[in-house]
């Protein structure tokens, strides 16, 4: 327990995705027109909140934040795509490059001391992580545990590959005008709003199947029940 109060927690998914990509993308949709930010003050703010939020969570935790990285990256490319006015195609593979990116991360974290499926479904902010080692231990079931997360770990890399290939499509389908035209940022816009109901809605599907697995794994190695697994107060 001391040890645990002593580690400095990490951000939740929902506010580094905030910080990182929702904030940054609707300030580049919304605000990037004369009559609001302008195209250049646009991407300087909009930069502005995944450096700021990258470098708050690295003197909180001494760890390099991921998601700010690749959402600095992304917002980087987006408004430069979008400045320099290039073809729609390129914001097409960036928009499916960054999910890319997290998924083969995903997957490539399995064989690093920090796998990322700790990050994303087993961590302390939602699960009683030492309780259920402590009762894999007891029950010899460690091994087939570590088997359990890798195979969430795959289905979590799959999510991933998903919202990849649906927002490659997505951009090639609505980004029609010509760059640089205010019809083409009223289409960047739209592809923002249907960005939840077409990819982050069934990812997000996806994502609760690794949950449910990795839970009902746990149950079965552990005999820990519900209210044993999750922090529910």
């Known amino acids: ?14 506010v ?3 910080f990182n990509i929702i904030i940054p993308t609707l300030i580049l949709t919304k605000l990037s027109g004369d009559a609001y930010l302008g195209p250049r003050y646009s991407i300087v703010i909009a930069l502005a ?3 700021g939020f990258g470098l708050y969570d690295f003197v909180k935790t001494r760890r390099a ?3 700010a990285i690749l959402g600095f990256i992304s917002v980087l490319l987006t408004g430069g795509i979008s400045l320099l006015e290039l073809d729609a195609e390129y914001i097409a593979i960036k928009e499916a490059s960054i999910p890319a990116i997290i998924g083969i991360a995903t997957l490539v974290s399995l064989y690093t001391p920090y796998p990322l499926i700790k990050t994303f479904l087993f961590n302390d902010e939602v ?3 030492d309780k259920i080692n402590h009762a894999l231990d007891q029950q010899g079931n460690t091994t087939l545990f570590d088997a359990a997360l890798r195979n969430a770990t795959y289905l979590v890399a799959f999510s991933f590959f998903l919202s990849a290939t649906l927002n490659y499509a997505l951009a090639k389908i609505l980004l029609t005008s010509p760059p640089g035209t205010p ?10 709003g249907l960005s939840f109901p077409v990819i982050a809605l069934p990812c997000t599907i996806v994502m609760l199947g690794a949950l449910f697995y990795l839970v009902k794994q746990i149950e ?4 820990l029940n519900f209210e044993d697994i999750f922090r529910v107060r």
Do not use: W
Request: glycine letters at 2%; hydrophobic letters at 40%; charged letters at 15%.
């Open 1 to 14: 327990m001391p040890e645990q109060a002593n580690t400095p927690q990490r951000h939740s998914i929902v």
């Open 16 to 18: 580094n995705l905030l």
């Open 49 to 51: 909140f995944p450096l």
């Open 65 to 67: 934040n991921a998601f």
């Open 127 to 129: 699960i009683y992580t």
């Open 183 to 192: 019809e083409y940022s009223a289409e960047l816009g739209k592809m923002t």
């Open 220 to 223: 079965k190695l552990t005999a």
